[in-house]
T-cell receptor
Framework: GESVGLHLPTLSVQEGDNSIINCAYS??????FIWYKQESGKGPQFIID?????DKRQGQRVTVLLNKTVKHLSLQIAATQPGDSAVYFC???????????FGAGTTVTVRA | NAGVTQTPKFQVLKTGQSMTLQCAQD?????MSWYRQDPGMGLRLIHY???????DQGEVPNGYNVSRSTTEDFPLRLLSAAPSQTSVYFC?????????????FGPGTRLTVL
């Protein structure tokens, strides 16, 4: 299976600054990673994903970095906005396994 | 295209009662799953299905049953509710049957067991 964990449970960031959320995973055979955003009272919302054959992937204001050597991935949010305040989860999916494992989540609070 | 829908949104049960949480998706996804989310924790996988007629256990399956008679629907049954099953339940679906793919989540069902 897979075990994923986030490094910090909370992150406070000034509006306009960049945010970095970190995540570690245990299974070196993990093939696919996803970052989700969850706002209060809602289901997790897909942000960005990355497969193990990539080191970096960019979306709109977000970048995911994957370091397979140390089994670490990060989510970078550029120019953080108040609407980015939410809980962020990383999730990992091992090869040949249909079970997606989630970390505990990092609560991001954006200060005006 | 409604995506993943869940009913009810809220439910209160007494210990020992049974109920079914409904989940449906209209994206023709093969893979569907159920998670529970407890305060301050990530999502934990209860059961999943890779297609109609096929189900399997996740990380925390005890006390729950599932079936998958159609591609669209994946109900979760609580056989005899216990206070430990108080949680928020999320259903998700994805198109990947042969391997991992992006999962889309429903809005959740908030369950309280007294």
């Amino acid at each position: 299976g897979e075990s994923v964990g986030l490094h910090l449970p909370t992150l406070s960031v000034q509006e306009g600054d960049n945010s970095i959320i970190n995540c570690a995973y245990s299974n070196s055979a993990s093939d696919y990673f996803i970052w989700y955003k969850q706002e209060s009272g809602k289901g997790p919302q897909f942000i960005i994903d990355i497969r193990s054959n990539m080191d970096k992937r960019q979306g709109q204001r977000v970048t995911v970095l994957l370091n397979k050597t140390v089994k670490h991935l990060s989510l970078q949010i550029a120019a953080t906005q108040p609407g980015d305040s939410a809980v962020y989860f990383c999730a990992g999916w091992p090869c040949h396994d249909y079970k997606l494992s989630f970390g505990a989540g990092t609560t991001v609070t954006v200060r005006a | 295209n409604a995506g993943v829908t869940q009913t009810p949104k809220f439910q209160v049960l007494k210990t020992g009662q049974s109920m079914t949480l409904q989940c449906a998706q209209d994206m023709n996804h093969e893979y569907m799953s159920w998670y529970r989310q407890d305060p301050g924790m990530g999502l934990r996988l209860i059961h999943y299905s890779v297609g109609a007629g096929i189900t399997d256990q996740g990380e925390v399956p005890n006390g729950y049953n599932v079936s998958r008679s159609t591609t669209e629907d994946f109900p979760l049954r609580l056989l005899s509710a216990a206070p430990s099953q108080t949680s928020v339940y999320f259903c998700a679906s994805s198109s990947g049957r042969a391997g991992p793919d992006t999962q889309y989540f429903g809005p959740g069902t908030r369950l309280t067991v007294l």
